[in-house]
């Protein structure tokens, strides 16, 4: 037996314990380990063993003798919006991270899944009884599905297993819940997290079987364990979304096999999650009476699907010395920055105001162009007047105060056109392309105006006369 103590936020290795990782600079994130002086365990040892002893060269192959020999069809998952993430289904053979809250629907989405491919498939459940997983598949309608379950920890056990029964698509629910028997870690540890998943990725490649891991996360939205966990599977996918809302967003953080622009949107419900397939009007509110003010709708663009979203502000004279600045749904400092240029190139006094920044329907917005829709927000808030009903905008707000282009403008206006907007604030050039140099140019329509502008002065002008 060896004892050696493990970064729990990096997987470092240290002979003796320390009050800081040296290689990822976190304090006090040291635990000790017992680990046996074992080269090989598993899987791995079984693979050694029917080899010839001595040192042996490895078997290589041509790209086309490659392709020819391990080149299959995607499975289809049954669900469009998880197929579009992953890049048109699962890959053979792949090691899919599916990371998120708890309660925000991980489990479910899968449950759901092996109820569409039914007998090829194998539940592993660490967390469940076979019990509890029979009753969550019934009220999920997909109890008669025919796809076996294992309640089982001990990644030994689940390599026979598996081994055995020749699934095509593996879940294992959770990766913290296994044990390596070689490791005397307790569950969830970075040794024993790091061991689990480097047999099964190495069982999931030799075999051809998809391996699906349901990952926990820390206070901080990060996948627990150590970091070497995301570089070695080939997918990570992140649930994102308030439990308490129904909205989920399914997002690719990582796709070896495909692009991560993509997200799925879904809707909780009581018989499981449901694909929306217009996410713009599942966010956008029906107010009677027109826009109040600080109220801005934005069009963003999550991969190749335009997406409109509600941004909501309210500023109001702060009793404190220092200014409130709460965002929700948006990076606070993004808003810092929104809050500094408004006052500088726009003219506008928030030194005194306390400013609220929210993104309805629990979105989190991380791209660049809705800091258009965010500094007219806590305009028309500060001053009190709404933007015009029927308005919407999107574009980057830099330092200087110009409104900068964005991809995707075409699709953006095309979006806003369909579903009856009148008035569409942009930058300059963004509703036909980074060449054009029309400004507040009329579309076909007469009665819809494409306003395209260089600085937020002049938006701000635009969006509250």
Known sequence: MKTQFVCS?????????????????????????????????????????????????????????????????????GVGELNRVLGGGIVPGSLVLVGGEPGVGKSTLLLQVMGHLGEGCLMVSGEESTRQVALSARRLGVGDAGFRVLSETDVDVIEATILEERPKVVVVDSIQTLYSPELTGAPGGVGQVRETAARLMRLAKAEGIAVFLVGHVTKDGSIAGPRVLEHMVDTVLQFEGDRYQSFRVLRALKNRFGSTNEVGVFEMTGTGMVEVEDPSAF???????????????????????????????????????????????????RVNMLCAVLSRRAGLVLGDQDVYVNVTGGVRVEEPAADLGVALAIASALRDRAVESGAAVFGEVGLTGDVRFVSGGPRRV???????????????????????????ERTEKAEVAVLEVRTLEEAVGAALS
């Open 283 to 333: 966010f956008l509110s029906t107010r009677e009476g027109g826009t109040p003010p600080g109220v801005v709708t934005v069009c963003l663009l999550e991969g190749t699907r335009p997406m409109l979203v509600e941004i909501e502000s309210l500023v109001v004279p702060s009793p404190l010395a220092v200014p409130r600045r709460v965002a929700n749904g948006i990076e606070v400092g």
């Open 414 to 440: 095309a979006e806003l056109l369909k579903l009856g907007f009148k008035r569409i604030i942009t930058p300059e050039g963004a509703s036909e392309g980074p060449r054009s140099a029309g400004r507040n």
């Open 9 to 77: 936020n990096c997987g470092h290795t240290e002979p003796k314990w320390l009050g800081r990782c040296p290689d990822c600079g976190e304090w006090s994130t040291f635990v000790e380990e017992m680990r046996e002086d074992k080269k090989v365990v598993g899987f791995a040892a079984r693979a050694a063993n029917a080899k010839t002893p001595g040192r042996a060269a490895g078997v290589t192959f041509s790209l086309n003798e490659v392709r020819a020999e391990r080149e299959g069809g995607r499975i289809g998952t």
